[in-house]
């Protein structure tokens, strides 16, 4: 249990272009999911909480317009990057909590996507 | 404000001998405390959590750390590495709250010789 998916894995764009990310819980609802980056051999950096049904919040140096996050239901969140430039590659990782508790661990630990790699040219 | 240190940034064991990852905290009330690992090109798998049950935690993969109050730690370790234990490893502490956000340490990486 207590699954989460992203799509795509893998995506390459034009600089200008912009990119959808989706975020799944398969096996539980998540009113909370975390949008992480991580640039290569650092560690996460957390960019933006998205919640259910209302506005993310973004942390310090994140622009919101630039990355627009959706959490439309209990289960998906979708970041989009928009006008993608090359300082924007980089490994974008999803987490999502578990809202009701019904994963093995307590509710509060986050369960991670396999994260997805943007390159952009 | 909470933080993490992890104190080596490369851990190098030969395969059969015993792990030791060091992690120390800093966090103004009772915090909740996990170990993640990442292998290369993929997502962070939950390793083992501490939320002030038992002071010694278990994990998958034979995995375990002591949260050791006085010395504000949480280190992670294993009698015997394996080959498949070759990863990044990321100790991390919540905020706690309603939030719960997530704050990570810097990461440790493994590497297991033959």
């Known amino acids: 249990g207590a699954v989460v998916s992203q799509h795509p894995s893998w995506v390459i764009c034009k600089s200008g272009t912009s990119v959808k990310i989706e975020c799944r819980s398969l096996d539980f609802q998540a009113t909370t999911m975390f949008w992480y980056r991580q640039f290569p051999k650092q560690s996460l950096m957390l960019m933006a909480t998205?919640?259910?049904?209302?506005?993310?919040?973004?942390e310090q140096g994140v622009e919101k317009d630039k990355f627009l996050i959706n959490h439309a239901s209990l289960t998906l969140s979708t970041l989009t990057v928009t006008s993608a430039h090359p300082e924007d590659s980089s490994f974008y990782i999803c987490?999502?909590?578990?809202?009701?508790?019904?994963?093995?661990?307590?509710?509060?630990?986050?369960?991670f996507g396999p994260g997805t790699r943007l390159l952009v040219l | 404000a909470q933080s993490v240190t992890q104190l080596d940034s490369h851990v190098s064991v030969s395969e059969g001998t015993p792990v030791l990852l060091r992690c120390n905290y800093s966090?103004?009330?009772?915090?909740?405390l996990f170990w993640y690992v990442q292998h290369p090109n993929k997502g962070l798998q939950l390793l083992l959590k501490?939320?002030?049950?038992?002071?010694l935690v278990k994990g998958i993969n034979g995995f375990e750390a002591e949260f050791k109050k006085s010395e504000t730690s949480f280190h992670l370790t294993k009698p015997s590495a394996h080959m498949s234990d070759a990863a990044e490893y990321f100790c991390?502490?919540?905020?706690?709250?309603?939030?719960?956000?997530?704050?990570f340490g810097k990461g440790t990486k493994l590497s297991v010789k033959p």
């Open positions: 501490y939320t002030s049950a038992a002071t």
């Open positions: 998205s919640n259910e049904g209302s506005k993310a919040t973004y």
């Open positions: 991390v502490v919540s905020e706690g709250g309603s939030q719960g956000n997530l704050i």
């Open positions: 966090s103004s009330y009772s915090p909740s």
């Open positions: 987490s999502a909590r578990d809202s009701a508790g019904l994963a093995n661990y307590h509710q509060e630990t986050q369960y």
